[in-house]
């Protein structure tokens, strides 16, 4: 017999009670239970980074974590990154730069960079390069997506002034 | 894929973890950072029947420096590990070595002990461990005990402890101060498993010569090795390029390593000759600015 949990999970700042089964997936959660999808499942073993998500403040992948151990968590995914109505502005940049093409690495990648830029927010090309390797893009061969990253470093610097 | 059904149960404190894990093992696992673990259940290549979480087990998060050495509980995550102002000073070799072990949302999540645990040979904890005579604290219903690094490591996946034993604590002895170390690795992309990984430790004598040197590689055996012969070549001899060129061909030779799908046996003997070498330089470049 599957066992089942009772948890609470806040994310993008709304609070979620949810029951879940132990062995189901903190993506499938996300997406199953609460409907956003903007977190993408890719090769589900934590080599593709598409479902990275923030997990109390930290870059994790979602696909493995279970949601039960999320429980008492503070999530962010891919739709709290904009705030009424306004892109952030990595998503912007990602938009000017042709960052993205397909679509699916993209919340991944943003989140990473999010992450990164925090830590970093002057970077050169080789740590973005590093800071990226563990998201696979399939379309864009990186360039544009490490030139989307320098540029939303550059707007976020000129904004912070 | 997903994984099978399971049973979870949380543990907040080590006596529980460990009670739980005496009363189900062996159908019964211990789960970490489960960056490995996880995979494996997703691919159904793992089915625990139970799983223990260890993940609100803070009394196995810390990074303390106890007499010469850095004690490190099996539950800190490799990020805090690698951002660890004791780490750095006293182990900067782990530090480093750390920065290759997979990616930063793979490092916020998994933990020292469970890289350790875990045992894959082209891991690079285990080889750092390896290379610095690390002890092993295991916790079962029996008490504690402390396993040799030299002593843990069994097979792929396979180490010395027992079902119903806990890895609780890591020690890395200290390097000896003046020692040179240097963690280099070949991987497909930055964070992958190891093609070839080496950590190498070297220390000098007054006149100059290798007073000390231990070297350890990842990705060339069913465990991480100790190159014992490379490391015999090397010491009490005075440093040249010409005698860390000839410890890695040595290095090459005593490795037994496998091919795969990632790279040729013949490829992994070329490639740890040249990062044994440039390891050993790079090493005693650190041993002589330490002085």
């Known amino acids: ?71 008492g968590a503070d999530i962010m995914t891919v739709e709290g990154l904009s705030r009424d109505g306004q892109l952030h502005p990595l998503q912007e940049a990602f938009r000017d730069k042709q960052g993205v093409q397909c679509g699916f690495c993209t919340p991944g990648m943003l989140l990473c960079a999010y992450e990164f830029l925090q830590e970093h927010p002057q970077p050169s090309e080789e740590a973005i390069r590093e800071a990226i390797a563990g998201n696979l893009c399939r379309c864009t061969g990186y360039q544009f997506i490490v030139e989307a990253i320098q540029e939303a470093a550059a707007r976020m610097a000129v904004a912070s002034r | 894929m997903k994984p099978a059904a399971f049973t979870y149960v949380a543990a907040s404190t080590l006596d529980q973890a460990v009670s739980l894990l005496a009363q189900h093992a ?113 916790q079962g219903p029996a008490g504690r005990r402390v396993i040799p690094a030299e002593e843990f490591f069994l097979g792929p996946l396979s180490t ?24 280099l690795e070949l991987s497909r992309r930055h964070g992958d498993f190891a093609i070839v990984g080496v950590a190498a430790v070297l220390a000098l004598s007054g006149d100059g010569r290798v007073d000390q040197v231990s070297l350890a590689l990842c990705g060339v055996g069913p465990t991480p090795v100790r190159a014992h012969r490379a490391e015999a070549a090397v010491l009490g001899v005075e440093p040249s390029e010409g005698v860390f060129r000839e410890a890695g061909e040595i290095a090459a030779q005593e490795i037994d390593p496998d091919s795969d799908l990632h790279a040729s046996a013949a490829y992994r003997r070329r490639v740890a000759a040249v990062l044994v070498r440039r390891a050993l330089v790079e090493a005693h470049r650190r041993a002589r600015e330490g002085r």
């Open chain 1, 1 to 71: 017999m599957a066992d089942r949990h009772a948890i609470n999970v806040t994310v993008n700042g709304v609070r979620y009670e949810a029951t879940v089964e132990s062995r189901l997936l903190l993506a499938d959660f996300l997406r199953d239970q609460l409907g956003l999808v903007g977190t993408h499942l890719g090769c589900e073993h934590g080599v593709c980074g598409a479902c990275t998500v923030i997990l109390d403040g930290r870059t994790v992948r979602s696909c493995l974590v279970f949601a039960v151990q999320a429980d």
């Open chain 2, 26 to 138: 062996p159908e019964g696992k211990p789960l970490a950072g489960g960056q490995s673990l996880i995979p494996m259940m997703n691919f159904r290549l793992a089915q625990p029947r139970y799983l223990i979480d260890l993940n609100r087990v803070s009394e196995l998060m810390y990074v303390r420096e106890v007499d010469a050495m850095v004690a490190i509980g099996a539950m800190t995550r490799q990020s805090e590990a690698q951002r660890s102002e004791v780490v750095s000073r006293l182990v900067p070799i782990l530090s480093e070595a750390l920065r290759w072990t997979g990616h930063a949302a793979i490092r916020h999540r998994g933990t020292v002990g469970g890289s350790l645990a875990h045992a894959d040979p082209a891991a690079e904890l285990p080889a750092v461990a390896l290379a610095l005579g690390a002890e092993l604290v295991a």
């Open chain 2, 160 to 183: 010395a402890l027992g079902p119903d034993e806990l890895l609780v604590e890591v020690r890395f002895p200290a390097l000896p101060s003046g020692a040179g170390w240097a963690f």
